[in-house]
């Protein structure tokens, strides 16, 4: 259970593009550096949340609170294919169509 | 006196009494948009030939007294985050441009079975990330009261078009505030229900543990109404509940007396505006005359609530997002190598705000920051949600601001995110309670800017929190006002 006060500064550069990767999102070098600085003042304001003890607090991650919703596992109707496909970019023989995904 | 100026149950009277016809009144809002909406833009796309076409099989339904409910016929605008099957659905997002999805959202399939006619889709932060609608992919909507001011957000759009009769009531949704704070600015009507009593199922996600769908109106009776119409359970969204729903409008006239209202002391801070200040006292001594007992109340954990909200929220929305990669809908960079380039190019078209939140959602679920962001953060949610738990103990309502200021201008605050989402101050809590809120118009600044007084109910107690709403508007003389334009 790490509860430990992040750095300041929180992130760098470097950070910012790790994480743009993986979010596949891609920066210019003036993107950066505007949202590294971005990132620094809002981290900086989420630390106040570390002033709270919550040792034994339980995490709520749904507000109303519900378990294991079920239901009946019988065939209904659904999209056809062309339905599905319809707003695809690209298409194939009914399947939706990538470029390459391994390099051969 | 048009018939645009008209609630949607005046106008659902009218139709039933036959004293105008659905598509009478449809054309009516088509010819106002066409004149009025150029200089708001609550609208990202009308829909001329479909509402007409619904229109006319309002009035057959009428005629032959087929399957009719009060909203037959009546016109409704629909947040553009909101699936309509054909109909084009952007979030207000370039990634989304030309996406009609193949389905209704449940609230639309509700809504079309009810006979409702859909008018267009209005305008949003992009995937409802924001406070102020400049956030859109396709430009602001612009303050019907003041046009060089925002109209909040992310559901500014639908706020607009209500206030400026272009639609008599429309949907919103509600992440951090987004219905109550555009309603509270563009002084109409707005309702987040308690989690779970609306479904969510075709409504585009964005922080889906915190994502609600509710009424957007010129008064509260037409909130009861619109949200008779779109609540209840759905084995489409697990997260619905199974909750019976109530007539929303059956005891709305049952007034406050003896009623106790909360009034926490965390909600009336120093840095608000003075006259949101003054203005929402007034409204809760008014509710007071109206015979409520008023307390003071602690709602200790409020300072945390905008933290834990954009922790938690943007999480959220990184994993929601990741969806937009160009393969099954949705726009593509053409000409990639390969696929890795296809997404990056592809995601390139999301707009400043939804990178941020992204970036900050990824960041707070990474290895090494995960239980210092995203796990703390659903702790404090916690003790925020006990804070309200605590206070329903010894009241029954709580009443507070929607919005520390009226609405601001144009430009004031997007050069500095961390200050937009600190105008969500009032309004975040909510959501991460889980717990119904409404915004009823409660008076003007001294520059003519509508304010709210946001009052909070228990989770599925939308009947009490709307006689309260009712009883305040019907003694406070706010009740319909519009903007002259």
Same mark, same amino acid.
Request: hydrophobic residues 40%.
């Given at each position: ?104 | ?16 009494? /036959? ?110 990330? /924001? ?21 909040? /957000? ?21 992440? /951090? ?119 003071? &109340? ?41 696929? &890795? ?56 309502? &709580? ?26 101050? $009032? ?23 509508? &304010? ?7 989770? $599925? ?16 003389? $706010? ?7």
């Amino acid at each position: 259970m790490s509860d430990t006060a992040p750095q300041d500064p929180h992130i760098g550069p470097d950070d910012v593009r790790h994480v743009a990767l993986l979010s596949r999102l891609e920066f210019n070098d003036g993107e950066v550096t505007r949202f590294t600085r971005e990132l620094n003042d809002i981290l900086a304001y989420v630390d106040q949340l570390q002033e709270l003890n919550t040792e034994g607090v339980e995490p709520t991650s749904h507000a109303i609170k519900q378990v294991n919703v079920f239901r009946p596992d019988t065939p209904g109707i659904s999209l056809t294919n062309d339905e599905a496909l319809a707003n695809a970019p690209d298409s194939e023989s009914g399947c939706f169509k990538t470029p390459p995904i391994i390099q051969g | 006196m048009s018939v645009c100026d008209k609630s949607a149950l005046e106008i659902s009277e009218m139709l039933a009494a /036959g004293q105008i016809s659905s598509v009478e009144v449809t054309q009516a809002y088509l010819d106002r948009i066409a004149t009025v909406d150029p200089g708001i833009h609550a609208y990202l796309h009308i829909c001329p030939e479909t509402a007409l076409t619904q229109a006319r099989q309002a009035d057959e339904r009428r005629a032959q007294g087929d399957g009719v409910t009060a909203v037959t016929g009546v016109p409704i605008a629909l947040k553009d985050n909101i699936c309509a099957r054909g109909l084009r659905t952007t979030c207000a997002s370039r990634m989304l441009e030309n996406f009609r999805p193949p389905y209704d959202a449940t609230v639309t399939a509700r809504l079309r079975n009810a006979g409702a006619v859909i008018l267009g889709k209005t305008n949003l932060d992009e995937f409802a990330m /924001g406070s102020s609608t400049e956030n859109s992919g396709f430009g602001p909507t612009l303050n019907p009261w003041d046009t060089e001011r925002i109209p909040g /957000g992310s559901s500014g759009g639908s706020g607009a078009a209500v206030a400026a009769a272009l639609a008599p009531w429309a949907l919103g949704s509600d992440t /951090g505030g987004s219905i109550r704070q555009p309603a509270a600015h563009c002084g109409v009507v707005g309702l987040k229900p308690t989690y779970g009593r609306v479904s969510r199922y075709g409504l585009v996600a964005y922080g889906s543990s915190l994502d609600q769908i509710g009424p957007m109106t010129i008064d509260v009776k037409d909130a009861a109404l619109l949200l008779n119409v779109i609540a209840g359970h759905d084995p489409m969204d697990s997260t619905s509940h199974d909750v019976p729903t109530p007539d929303f409008l059956e005891g709305i006239d049952g007034g406050v007396a003896g009623m106790r209202i909360g009034m926490p002391k965390e909600y009336f801070t120093e840095g608000m505006d003075p006259e949101v200040e003054q203005t929402v006292h007034a409204a809760i001594a008014a509710l007071k005359n109206l015979g409520a007992e008023v307390h003071e &109340i602690s709602l200790p954990h409020t300072r945390y609530a905008i933290a834990a909200y954009y922790v938690s929220a943007t999480a959220e929305a990184s994993s929601n997002l990741a969806r937009y990669d160009g393969v099954q809908y949705g726009e593509r960079e053409p000409d990639c190598k390969n696929i &890795i380039e296809m997404y990056t190019k592809t995601r390139a078209r999301f707009g400043d705000e939804v990178k941020r939140r992204i970036m900050l959602g990824t960041y707070a679920l990474s290895a090494g920051f995960y239980d210092a962001y995203y796990l703390k953060s659903l702790k404090v949610r916690t003790l925020i949600q006990k804070d309200f738990l605590n206070a329903f103990e010894s009241v029954d309502l &709580i009443a507070a601001p929607v919005t520390p200021t009226p609405a601001f201008r144009l430009g004031e605050n997007t050069d500095d995110p961390l200050s937009m989402y600190l105008a969500d101050v $009032f309004t975040v809590s909510l959501n991460l309670a889980g717990y119904a809120g409404v915004s009823v118009p409660c008076g003007f600044s001294s520059n003519h800017l509508p &304010i709210g007084l946001q009052l909070i109910s228990p989770a $599925f107690e939308e009947a009490r929190l709307l006689r309260a709403a009712y009883a305040y508007e019907a003694t406070a003389g $706010f009740k319909g006002l519009r903007p002259v334009r």
